[in-house]
Each structure stands twice: as structure tokens, then as C-alpha cells.
Nanobody
Framework: QLQVVESGGGLVQPGGSLRLSCAAS????????MGWFRQAPGKDREGVSC????????NYADSVKGRFTISKDNAKMTVYLQIDSLKPDDTAVYYC?????????????????WGQGTQVTVSS
């Protein structure tokens, strides 16, 4: 079973950047499409980015295109999310999970095990 631990969040000012990490264990990342999701207070969880299991395809929600960049290192069993030009609307807890595909809207797999997430707060 794929286990994940997210890290890298924090408090940043608008316009700032963060690099989130999703450290996986259990099974090689090469078997999974991996997505980043976020959940803001009072809102449903939404998928924001995905990278295909072969690493050749990346996809992004319209709200983050041009600002978020997803990547992964299979050898390190880690998926990254580079977030630039942060906005207050990006404030949320960010999670990673395996996805059914890399088509938007993202759907987590039925066997996805959610980590604790990492809090991103954008505020001046």
C-alpha cells in the first residue's frame, strides 16, 4: 500500500513561493499517477495538479496554471509541487494521493491513503 507524508508548507506573503514535497513509501511511484489536492476551510477538496506514472504528462487546474509546477523523483520516491506567485486563495491544506488518471477534475484512487497534509497560508 502506498503511504505518503506531505511537507514544505508554511506562512508566506502574497507573491511568494513554496516547494511542497510528498514522500512516498511502500510501492514504487512508477506504478501510480500522482496528484496534489488542496482543501481550504469550508470548501471541498480539489485536485490542482497531477503527474503521470511515466512522468511524461503533467496537468493543472485552471486556477493554478502557470504558477504551479509538479515533478517527481522516482528514485527518491518523492513528488514535488513548486508553487510560485502565491495568492491568498491558495491558502489550504495540501495533500498528495494516487489518482485514477491525470485528467481534470482529478479523482483519487479508491485505495488512496491520505496523509496529514501540509498547511499553506498566504497572508501579508
Amino acid at each position: 500500500q502506498l503511504q505518503v507524508v506531505e511537507s514544505g508548507g508554511g506562512l508566506v506573503q502574497p507573491g511568494g513561493s513554496l516547494r511542497l514535497s510528498c514522500a512516498a513509501s511502500g510501492i514504487s511511484l512508477s506504478y501510480f499517477h500522482m496528484g496534489w489536492f488542496r482543501q481550504a476551510p469550508g470548501k471541498d477538496r480539489e485536485g490542482v495538479s497531477c503527474i503521470s506514472k511515466d512522468g511524461d504528462t503533467m496537468n493543472y487546474a485552471d486556477s493554478v496554471k502557470g504558477r504551479f509546477t509538479i515533478s517527481k523523483d522516482n528514485a527518491k520516491m518523492t513528488v514535488y509541487l513548486q508553487i510560485d506567485s502565491l495568492k491568498p486563495d491558495d491558502t489550504a491544506v495540501y495533500y498528495c494521493a494516487p489518482t485514477v488518471s491525470c485528467l481534470m477534475p482529478l479523482s483519487p484512487t479508491y485505495y488512496a491513503t491520505w496523509g496529514q497534509g501540509t498547511q499553506v497560508t498566504v497572508s501579508s
